[in-house]
């Protein structure tokens, strides 16, 4: 044992070398220059890509009613398919979405279609949900073909933190490392009046066509 005068000689010694460890611990934190030039870089990449998918948990609120599950989203360029597997509205469904129409397929086997995927969605479950915004802002980007955003937060590393578009907030509060190093949410929520949506999003992928998987792919462990 170090007698009491030399332990504390030592101490801002033992001090300084335990920091210094703490330190070389902890990943480097990425700054961008011009967040808002590093956002714009990386929309224009990502939008490049030929479509993507991604596994997660959706959970809904609204009003006194709320409802969660698994949900698997495939998107490319202007064709989805959103399968979902839970409680929630009519339970199990199947969402495809193509530029002149949307069909909801329900786990009886009930089938209906609609011009706009969003007036589907409500007639069927009874949830507001922005299925084509939400394909913009489930990648970290704002939705170009919206109204212009009232307010646009962004990290330090030029992704967004907080968005008010359409009357709806989104927060991103975790992003990872997708394909091609890209940085993508794992955690984002939305809310308009009395409506609340939360995503938590375990897998990434970079795709070419609904159900055929190309490229890269992303996880991300389950908190």
Do not use: H
């Not at 335990?18 to 700054?31: D, E, I, K, N, Y």
């Not at 698997?72 to 495809?96: H, I, K, N, P, Y």
């Not at 897998?203 to 490229?215: E, F, I, L, V």
């Amino acid at each position: 044992m170090l007698p009491r005068t030399m332990l504390y000689r030592s101490l801002p010694l033992l001090l300084g070398m335990a920091l210094l460890s703490a330190c070389a611990t902890q990943a480097p934190r990425t700054v961008a220059p011009d967040p808002e030039q590093a956002y714009a870089e990386r929309a224009e990449a990502l939008v490049a890509w030929p479509g993507w998918s991604l596994t997660g948990r959706l959970g809904v609120s609204q009003g006194d009613e709320g409802g969660s599950g698994r949900l698997d989203w495939t998107q490319a360029r202007d064709e989805a398919e959103l399968a979902f597997r839970g409680t929630l509205g009519q339970g199990a469904w199947r969402l495809r979405v193509a530029p002149e129409v949307a069909r909801l397929e329900l786990k009886d086997g009930t089938v209906r279609e609609a011009p706009r995927v969003e007036d589907l969605v409500f007639d069927q479950t009874g949830w507001t949900a922005p299925v084509t915004a939400l394909a913009w802002w489930v990648r970290g980007l704002a939705w170009p073909q919206g109204p212009e955003p009232k307010a646009r937060e962004f990290n330090d590393d030029g992704t967004l933190a907080r968005l008010v578009q359409d009357g709806w907030t989104v927060e991103w509060t975790r992003y990872v490392d997708g394909p091609e190093e890209r940085r993508l949410p794992s955690r984002l929520q939305l809310s308009r009046a009395d409506v609340s949506i939360r995503l938590a999003i375990s897998r990434w992928s970079r795709t070419g066509t609904p159900g055929k998987g190309q490229g890269g792919a992303g996880s991300v462990d389950e908190d």
